[in-house]
Structure formats: C-alpha cells, structure tokens
C-alpha cells in the first residue's frame, strides 16, 4: 500500500470529523431553523462541502465550527429565500453573519451545547412513540448509522429507517418547539432522555460494528451529556443513577483493549489503569441517586457496576451480591438480556452448572436469536464445565452474529482454544 496523499488524508480527516461532531453541527443548525428534519439536510450539505473543498484548501482549524458554519449560513440563505420580505428576519441573518464564522467563541460553544440538550428532548417528545424517540436522538445526536441503530434495538434496519423517517415528518407536522421543556414536561420526557444518553454510551463502549472495540468519542459525548442532565434535574433520582453508571462503566477504558486494539475481558484487566477519578466521581452520584428516592434501573445497574469497581482483584467481586442485585433489576424491568447478565452472575456465584441451566432457558427467545452474547455466554459456560466440543459450537455460532470484527476475531480465538482441548 502507498503514502496517503494529502487529498485522502484530508477526506479521511472530514469523516472522522464528521463522526465526533455531526451531533453538535444538526444541534445548532436546529437551533436556527427549529425543524430536526431540515437541520440534518443541511448539515449534510456542508458535509458534502467539506468533502469538496478540505481536500483542495486544506483542513480548517476548527473543523466542527467550519461545519456548523457552512449549515447556518445555508440555513440563513434558505430563511431569506422563504421570508425575505419580513424585517426581523432580515435582522436575523444579519446578527447571525456576525456569530456565525469559523473561529467560534466560547459563547457560542456554550450555545451549541444548550442546543445539544434541545434536541434530545425535542426528539424526545411524547408524540413519537419510545423506540422511535431514542432511534431519532441516536442518529441525529450519536451519529450513529441506521444499521448501528438496528442492532442496538435488535431489529431490522428497514424498520428503524422507517421510524425516523416518520418521526421526523411528525415533529415537522407538529410544529413542536425548539426549546428545553417546563420542569413537568421534563419529568415525563426524562425516562425516554436517559434511554437514548444510555444507548449512546453503549455504541461507543461496545461497537456493534466497525473494526475498533470501542468508539470513545460516544462515550465522552453520553459522559457529558448526563453531566448535563444533573445540572438541569438535579432532584431525580435516575439521572444521578445514570450519570454514576456511565462514570463507573467508563473508568475501565483504559484497560479494555490492548496495544493492537484487542478485547481486554474484565477478568484479565489491568485493573491499576482503572481511572480512579471516574469511579470516585461515579459512587458519589450512585451516593446521591440512593439518597433521593426508591433505586431505578439504572441506580441499580450502578450499584452492580460499584460491585466490580471496589474489589481490586476478581476474586474479590462480590458476586452474591450482583445476582442479587439483577434479580431486583430483572424484577423491575423485566429483559432477556438482563436474565442473560444473571446467569453470568449466578454462575460466579453459585457454579456454571446453575448459570447455565438459566441461560439454556433464553435459548428459544426470539429477541436473542441474533444477540451474539447469548451463545459466548454459553460456550464460556461450558468451558467451565470441561464440555470444550459444546463450547466451540458455540463460540463459532456469536462469531458468525457478531457484527463487530474485535468481537469476532476473539471469538475465533475462543473456539480455536476449544478445538486444542478437544479429546
């Protein structure tokens, strides 16, 4: 393979720029123009225009800001061409000449963010039906492609393109305002926020697909976003539950893959390069979450995060107390993936012969027919067992449903160490 010549270096650098900001670009397009539909078209537009001039003039400084500054002086010409006409909106475009360069401040950053927490609730309004809330705010907010999306919700990539397709048509319909919420609003619309922060954070710490294991500018963006979320609702109880989990969850990045990018499993962590600083700041939110009420299931899958952070080797897990704790969280939420984390807790706790008779029982759940961890869960069961013949069948099988390739790869590796025990 050839040097990188300057043009693909440069196009390589607007993807991933693309990946890390699209998000704030269509958040502060639609802070503009107030139609979510709308602000995505334009902020493809500048993508395009990236693609077309980066490559020729070089990249810019700020490229974020470039991008969102191409989409809202689209958004202003368009403004202008509809309603030229009226005065206050010719004012507008002028006021906006003037924020709108490419060398943003920090006003305008901290506008940007404002508009961030905008559009999750926007599109997370009650009009739109659950799935079709978090599908939108992941695509729009995350970045993320209709087929990451799928495989988060386990179902098709036609049925989630339909979805936010129709959510979008909706939102225009219905005029809905570009705006943070009432205080009683938010309160209804927070379970469906949380959802989509949550599903987010769990593109980028365990990417569905793609060659990398993890996508860490996801989940510094759930980070902050909960951060965010605390400042606005301090009083509820989840959110605090949340922002402890993701922070928890977070502190392991640093060991979870190794020199090449490989999977690092829990067990075989480093735990020393645990990032301490996290996890102190995530038991101090899991403090508060239990302080303000009843725990939820998202204080609840804290809890068990704090489990593996405070033992400082694996023996040390507490497992009673975490298959304890997912048999509260399986009786508040009922999930087959949560009886699926259950059993793996349940086989540390009480043998593999128990946590693999309950996870025979999802075998025939159609939810799980294509969830990869369902049959590495298994074939790490029998391996356990001494049962090698079973367990590379297994691995073989979530190799072939993985969709990520550092999943697959190690899963191969799995099934080839299962195939060398064989007797």
């Known amino acids: 393979m050839g040097p990188v010549t ?67 002086r689209r958004a202003i010409d368009l403004i202008r061409r509809r309603q030229t006409q009226q005065r206050t909106l010719a004012e507008l475009g002028r006021d906006l000449d003037e924020q709108v360069t490419v060398d943003f401040d920090a006003a305008v950053e901290e506008r940007i963010d404002d508009d961030l927490l905008r559009l999750i609730f926007v599109a997370c309004h009650p009009i739109l039906s659950p799935i079709a809330r978090a599908a939108l ?68 710490y365990a990417a569905t697909a793609g060659d990398d294991w993890m996508r860490p500018e996801l989940t510094r963006e759930a980070l902050r976003l909960a951060r965010v979320l605390q400042g606005l609702m301090p009083d509820e109880a989840e959110v605090h539950g949340l922002a402890a989990l993701l922070q928890i969850q977070a502190s392991r990045i640093p060991a979870r893959t190794g020199p090449d990018g490989e999977p690092v499993l829990l067990d075989d962590q480093d735990r020393a390069r645990w990032d301490r600083l996290l996890i102190s700041r995530g038991l101090a939110a899991l403090d508060r979450a239990r302080a303000l009420g009843d725990p939820g299931p998202y204080t609840l899958q804290a809890a068990i995060a704090a489990c593996h952070a405070r033992a400082r080797t694996p023996a040390e897990t507490d497992w009673p107390r975490i298959a304890a704790l997912y048999a509260d969280l399986a009786a508040l939420v009922p999930s087959p993936v949560i009886e699926l984390n259950r059993a793996v807790a349940v086989a540390r706790a009480d043998g593999p012969a128990a946590g693999l008779a309950l996870a025979r029982e999802l075998a025939d759940e159609p939810s799980l027919a294509a969830y990869h961890l369902l049959p590495s869960v298994l074939g790490d069961l029998l391996v356990r067992l001494g049962r090698h013949r079973e367990a590379r069948a297994e691995f073989e099988r979530a190799a072939e449903l993985a969709g990520n390739e550092r999943d697959r790869a190690l899963l191969r590796d799995r099934a080839a160490e299962c195939f060398s025990k064989e007797s």
Not at 165 to 182: D, G
């Open 137 to 204: 705010t992941l695509r729009l907010l995350g970045g993320l492609t209709v087929g990451e999306i799928a495989r988060a919700f386990l179902t098709s990539e036609s049925t989630i393109g339909q979805r936010i397709t129709r959510a979008k048509q909706t939102l225009a319909t219905a005029h809905i305002p570009f705006e943070v919420p009432t205080a009683a609003e938010r309160a209804e619309r927070v379970d469906s926020v949380l959802e989509v922060i949550y599903l987010i954070f769990n593109e980028g």
């Open 6 to 72: 300057e043009t693909e270096a440069a196009r390589r650098t607007v993807e991933t720029v693309w990946r890390m900001e699209s998000g704030r670009v269509v958040a502060g397009i639609a802070g503009l123009v107030h139609d979510v539909g709308l602000a995505e078209e334009l902020a493809q537009d500048a993508l395009v225009a990236a693609l077309e001039q980066w490559p020729r003039d070089g990249v810019p400084a700020n490229p974020g800001a470039w991008l969102t500054a191409v989409g809202k």
